[in-house]
Nanobody, 123 residues
Framework: QVQLVESGGGLVQAGDSLRLSCAAS????????MGWFRQAPGKERDFVAL????????AYADSVKGRFTISRDRAKNTVWLQMNSLKPEDTAVYYC????????????????WGQGTQVTVSS
């Protein structure tokens, strides 16, 4: 079973950048596809980005495409979400997810989840 710990959230202004980190432990990191999701107050948890086990395949929600970049480092057991040109509508709690099946990451089926990190973007 893998444990996930997110960090890097904070309060920024519109147009700024942030890089979120997700450190994994307790499992074989290289065997998990990884994803980022976010949840704003009163809304559902939405897909943001995912990356395959090898890092060769990535996918993004339309709302973040071209602004956010997901990456991973097998040696560091870490996945990152680089967020540029942040907008107030990006404000949410961001969650890291892991799943041995890349399709299930986006479907949120049997994902392992971190505790989340708050990102607040002021206008």
């Amino acid at each position: 079973q893998v444990q996930l710990v997110e960090s890097g959230g904070g309060l920024v202004q519109a147009g700024d950048s942030l890089r979120l980190s997700c450190a994994a432990s307790g499992g074989t990191f290289s065997s998990y596809a990884m994803g980022w999701f976010r949840q704003a107050p009163g809304k559902e948890r939405d897909f943001v980005a995912l990356i395959s086990t090898t890092g060769q395949y990535t996918a993004y929600a339309d709302s973040v495409k071209g602004r956010f970049t997901i990456s991973r480092d097998r040696a560091k057991n870490t996945v990152w979400l680089q967020m540029n040109s942040l907008k107030p509508e990006d404000t949410a709690v961001y969650y890291c997810a892991a799943n041995s099946n890349i399709i299930r990451v986006r479907q949120r089926t049997n994902n392992y989840w971190g505790q989340g990190t708050q990102v607040t973007v002021s206008s």
